[in-house]
């Protein structure tokens, strides 16, 4: 038994069982299983909070879950005698009132009495080797009862300020990160969905002022979460599950980023918070592409930039890249230059209005029937197939290739 008591795992074990929606049913049959008897969870008014799945239907403990009759008093009486005889140590306790042997373990968190568990001795006995264990497991249960207690009141925001900030700035120990997890959860409502974006000054550093004019605009704004300073930049958590559609199509943030001269990128979405510090990598890497390429929009999402990621990752921006580039779209660009045409650009328009006809049509400005024309003329002078998926997937991979050496 010491060398159960000496294994991390099982700490992280019985913290992790904290994050199930059953929490306590959880914890009480994983305490069951460790301590090889019946497990009785009660609250400091002697409420049974949960009872393991292993425990006999008769015992004094759900006999007394009424809280009526004389019963209920005198095992009360009993345990309270005997755990303030022995202060915080486990008792184990010898009464006609209890019918079996139990260990009685009171359960503190920081300090103050939230409840005690009992463990029947049923299928092996209970000896002071267990004690140890057992006072583990009672201080893991006095955390549960605190989060249970705690669960429907908001983080403050500067609390979430300084998780935020922790989150990204340090890669946590599996042990760090279920205490962290065991501390948010007894405040925290998380968001099902998230998104972290960073936003970029594009003269430099974000500054104190910068940061608390942006912070408050978006403090309005339904999907908000969270704000802090990290890394030059302001990184901004948002509830996927609140507000109308992806951040870079709403007018407020594209009028925020052009008021203020910052960049917004976006990461993919997530659900897990202690996952935060990975996407913040990805919205860090929509950032670099925007300033990069000097682009119209200054919000991205990384999931539009994640191509070009991969190629620059795969061959630096340095290298030759267009000799990845399909020969229609080199023919193009170079036809345009001598025929004052604009071919390349309509294609680009076209696969970025999903070859829709209408909205490419509307988005250059010009008739659908022009727009025709201008396609059949390129299936003409540079062999396009507009039916063959292959080479249509060729050429839009040629103008990723194509937007990263112009720029």
Excluded at 187 to 210: E, F, H, Q, V
Aim: aromatic share 12%.
């Amino acid at each position: 038994m010491s060398k159960f008591v000496d294994n991390d795992q099982i700490k992280l074990e019985l913290y992790e069982s904290l994050q199930k929606k059953d929490m306590m049913t959880e914890l009480v049959n994983l305490s069951s299983r460790y301590l090889g008897n019946p497990v009785f969870l009660m609250d400091a008014d002697w409420n049974v909070v949960a009872v393991s799945g292993n425990a006999p239907k008769n015992d004094l403990v759900h006999r007394i879950k009424s809280r009526e009759g004389t019963s209920f008093m005198e095992y009360a009486r009993c345990v309270t005698e005997a755990i303030d005889s022995v202060r915080l140590q486990p008792y184990i306790l010898d009464s006609p009132f209890a019918g079996q042997r139990r260990m009685i373990v009171r359960a503190y968190c920081d300090g103050f009495y939230e409840g005690h568990l009992t463990i029947l001795e049923k299928d092996r006995l209970l000896t002071e080797m267990d004690e140890p264990l057992a006072m583990m497991i009672a201080q893991v249960y006095a955390l549960a009862l605190r989060i249970q207690k705690a669960k429907a009141f908001p983080l403050p925001d500067h609390a979430w300020t300084k998780l935020l900030q922790d989150l990204l700035t340090q890669k946590l120990s599996r042990r760090t990160e279920y205490e962290l997890r065991l501390q948010v959860s007894t405040t925290l409502y998380l968001p099902s969905r998230m998104k972290i974006c960073r936003i970029d000054s594009r003269s430099g550093n974000i500054t104190a002022d910068m940061y608390y004019k942006i912070a408050g605009r978006l403090e309005s704004r339904k999907d908000y979460v969270a704000a802090a300073r990290y890394d030059g930049s302001i990184a901004l958590l948002v509830d996927t599950t609140k507000g109308d559609g992806p951040l870079s199509s709403e007018n407020d943030i594209l009028e925020l980023a052009y008021k203020n001269a910052v960049y917004f990128g976006i990461s993919a979405e997530f659900r897990d918070l202690f996952y935060v510090h990975r996407y913040f990598q990805g919205a860090s890497r929509a950032v670099l592409f925007a300033k990069r390429w000097g682009m119209q929009n200054p919000v991205q999402n990384y999931d539009d930039c994640k191509l070009y990621d991969l190629m620059t990752d795969v061959h630096p921006p340095t290298g030759n890249l267009k000799q990845y580039v399909a020969d229609a779209i080199l023919s193009m660009i170079e036809y345009d230059k001598l025929n004052s045409t604009q071919f390349y650009h309509t294609i680009k328009t076209y696969f970025n209005c999903n070859q829709n006809v209408s909205q490419t049509a509307d988005r250059l400005y010009i008739h659908k029937t022009t727009l025709a024309y201008r396609l059949k003329r390129m299936q003409i002078l540079f062999h396009i197939d507009w039916k063959d998926a292959s080479q249509l997937l060729f050429l839009q991979v040629s103008i990723y290739i194509m937007e990263i050496q112009l720029t």
